[in-house]
């Protein structure tokens, strides 16, 4: 066969073994791959060596065509996450909830991990926007040894999928046991537990409120898995939780409907639904309902804060830990909506799909409306889950926490302007486009004279637009109400996020996998510190002491614990910024 038709043989076959695997197609793709790939190179050395320019074509051409149809036919099948990568782990004891008798799975480590424990009744059908129930109680002993699907929200082709593994995590592994597709549904409202090795009597409980932009996101993530906090004696929990249009759409008629007169925050019920469900049962899996700590991250940080100022809350949690968003500066800058807001936008959406009432809106299959969670994620000041703006009611003393940690990343805006990167020619455009009349105080303080300077700068306010700013006037009301507060200021690079949003889970929860070569010896060294002052801090509302120290308070907001390749205490970096911030959205310390 003549050389070209080698190559074009050669190309096609790695085009398609890199697509079946970042497709994650099924093992029998692989083997029909195999035995076409056979059939070609015996075609090309017995067959076609001699044959005419376009019976040779015309071979490659049938061989593209049988790899394509090799990759549609072997789609990745739809199934639930196992709790266990073993095949056959071991089983807990028995423990009875409320709700029914439940057994869950022994980790390698020892731990123990409930997965898919029901805490609410699926919010399918007439319930679809209503404020969950409880779920049915069920005879027997349930098998948690399954995570329940992820709420429902758009999913991406599994092949960009592993491509943001690659790009953005540089985490990617090729294995045999993760070739489908991690299964979604509106029947999503189920806890996982971790608890330690060890049985247990009040033990401190974490709950976890996981991020996505409230559209995306699932409890199972290895980055905040609780076996961590499980092996140093923590039980930790998550849930799924209503995103999107399911989880924040606002309607009139939904309030009329609803004998709270809510509409717009389902996904907060949830929450707090869960949260209930922890205080109902968590002494019988040995944990403390007096010592609850509440945790978020983006989004999920964004729903710890509304959830401190919630009278729907209080009693629920103690102590609250949020990393890399608050909604408690007068202007939330994401993730938020003031009630009328919420309504227009979905008289919008109910309008797009010709619907003149909510009982049409819910007969919609849930694929036909998902794609609606870029309109519908925002919390939404409703009256009932939070009767005035979290600034409002921190102005006005109200707090369910008694102690808190938050704080923020060196480069929050790293995921979000990989797009959108500035340069000299449009960095002065931007400025004055956000600022307004308060521009050229900020040009002054971020003028660069190279692009590599202005994409720089550009970075830095806008992570401090959307992240950092929100934790600087959150750690004053907090000062104000006399709440403890420690504020930090993660700053480590490493092989895999670095100090990007999301960059300081794997470090908090004590995560950061044995085998991972992204990680060094002083990454894994910065995670038993950021995680004993945090498991201090779950455990005696102090995150000093059992060997961390240094971590301080800052009475004036004007210091920060950093966390990186340097940890302890500096000048909040951004300060001067924050001061324009001030006066651009009218802040007054003193009102």
Wanted: some cysteine.
């Amino acid at each position: 066969m003549h050389i070209m038709g080698w190559i074009f043989t050669g190309l096609i076959s790695l085009l398609a073994a890199l697509v079946l695997e970042l497709g994650k197609n099924t093992l029998m793709g692989w083997i029909l791959f195999a035995v076409v790939l056979a059939g070609m190179i015996y075609a090309c050395v017995k067959l076609l060596t001699g044959a005419p320019w376009w019976v040779r074509g015309l071979s490659v051409l049938g061989y593209l065509v049988l790899c394509i149809c090799i990759f549609l036919f072997s789609q990745p099948p739809v199934k639930q996450v196992p709790a266990s990568s073993e095949k056959n782990p071991g089983k807990t004891e028995t423990v009875t909830t409320e709700y029914g008798d439940v057994r869950g799975v022994v980790l390698n480590s020892g731990v123990e991990l409930f997965a898919g424990i029901p805490y609410a009744a699926p919010p399918v059908g007439d319930r679809r926007w209503k404020e969950p129930e409880d779920p049915e109680s069920w005879s027997g002993v349930r098998e948690c040894d399954t995570f329940a699907p992820m709420s429902m929200q758009v999913q991406n082709n599994p092949i960009f999928s592993s491509l943001a593994q690659i790009v953005g995590y540089h985490d990617y592994k090729i294995s045999p046991d993760d070739n489908y597709i991690e299964a979604a549904s509106e029947d999503s409202l189920y806890i996982n537990l971790w608890r330690p090795e060890e049985k247990t009597e009040k033990a401190p409980v974490v709950v976890y409120i996981h991020g996505g932009s409230l559209q995306t996101g699932q409890p199972w993530y290895a980055d905040y898995s609780g076996e961590g906090y499980a092996k140093d004696g923590v039980i930790c929990v998550n849930m799924g939780y209503r995103l999107g249009v399911f989880g924040f759409l606002a309607s009139e008629e939904l309030a009329e409907e609803s004998p709270s007169g809510t509409t717009g925050n389902y996904g907060l019920l949830d929450q707090i639904k869960a949260l209930e469900w922890v205080r109902d049962n968590i002494a019988a899996f040995g944990g403390d309902p007096d010592n609850v700590t509440l945790i978020g991250e983006s989004a999920g940080s964004v729903c710890v804060d509304a959830l401190c100022v919630s009278p729907l809350s209080k009693g629920l949690f103690r102590k609250a830990i949020l990393e890399s968003s608050t909604v408690s500066s007068i202007e939330p800058p994401h993730s938020y909506r003031l009630f009328d807001e919420a309504l227009a936008s979905g008289n919008e959406l109910m309008k797009k799909y010709n619907c003149s009432s909510i009982e049409e809106l819910r007969k919609l299959p849930a694929e036909t409306i998902v794609g609606e969670q870029e309109t519908q994620h925002h919390i939404t000041i409703d009256g009932y889950v939070l009767p005035d703006t979290p600034y409002n009611l921190r102005k006005q003393g109200v707090h369910n926490e008694e102690a808190v940690i938050h704080g923020y990343n060196a480069e929050e805006s790293g995921p979000f302007i990989i797009f959108s990167h500035a340069k000299m020619k449009d960095y002065e455009k931007r400025i004055r486009s956000w600022f307004g009349e308060y521009a050229d105080e900020v040009l002054s303080l971020y003028n660069p004279s190279t692009d590599k300077e202005a994409d720089e700068y550009w970075a830095k306010i806008y992570g401090a637009m959307f992240f950092n700013y929100p934790h600087y006037c959150l750690n004053r009301l907090e000062t104000e109400n006399h709440v403890p507060a420690w504020e930090y200021f993660f700053t480590k690079t490493n092989g895999r996020l670095g100090c990007w949003h999301s960059g300081e889970m794997v470090y908090t929860f004590g995560v950061i996998p044995e085998d991972s070569k992204l990680y060094t010896a002083e990454d894994r060294s910065l995670s038993e510190t950021m995680h004993g002052h945090w498991v201090n801090f779950v455990k005696t509302g102090d995150p000093n002491g059992n060997g961390c120290s240094g971590f301080e308070q800052s009475s004036d907001s004007s210091e920060v614990m950093e966390f990186g390749e340097h940890t302890g205490m500096i000048d909040e970096p951004l300060l001067k910024l924050y001061e324009i911030l001030d006066r651009m959205y009218g802040w007054n310390q003193t009102e």
